[in-house]
């Protein structure tokens, strides 16, 4: 009988945890809801637990801009442990989709964040990323790059 109630017991825990994660195949749903938990906005409140289960759903079906928000939520530690690693993983796989402030996060994680962490081809790899959101013109990687080096790289 205890072998039933314990059977029972993990069950009905997986079943409860299984119903929490969003099931969709429409990268414009699961981003919508990332972005609004994320920031409370369209309805949605200030949720970052449920936006971190939505922002892993949008990122999962590939969605540059929910690859950079989920890499946020690791960065802050909002609604999951803060993870530099993950961080910079997710931000360089929506980099490497043109995402022009993933690419300037790249940056910012691998060089600065993580700079004593960071080795030479992942700084290497953040500055060539800097590099191209600035000529893609994006006004925060063209500011980053005067506060960093002064002048242009």
């Not at 309805?43 to 946020?72: M, P, R, V």
């Not at 442990?81 to 300037?104: F, I, R, S």
Request: aromatic share 12%.
């Amino acid at each position: 009988m205890r072998n039933f109630t314990i059977s029972v017991f993990v069950f009905l825990a997986l079943c409860v945890g299984c119903a929490t994660i969003p099931k969709t195949d429409d990268l414009s749903v699961a981003h919508n809801a990332c972005y609004s938990y994320i920031y409370g906005e369209n309805g949605f409140e200030l949720n970052y637990e449920k936006a971190f289960e939505w922002c892993t759903t949008a990122a999962s079906l590939g969605g540059d801009s929910a690859q950079t928000l989920l890499a946020e939520l690791y960065l802050q530690g909002n609604g999951v442990t803060k993870n530099l690693e993950t961080a910079a993983t997710l931000y360089e796989k929506a980099a490497l989709q043109g995402h022009v402030h993933a690419q300037m996060m790249v940056f910012l994680v691998n060089n600065v964040y993580r700079h004593e962490q960071s080795s030479p081809e992942e700084k290497a790899t953040g500055l060539i990323f800097l590099k191209e959101a600035v000529k893609a013109g994006y006004p925060k990687a063209v500011e980053l790059q005067k506060q960093v080096y002064g002048q242009e790289i």
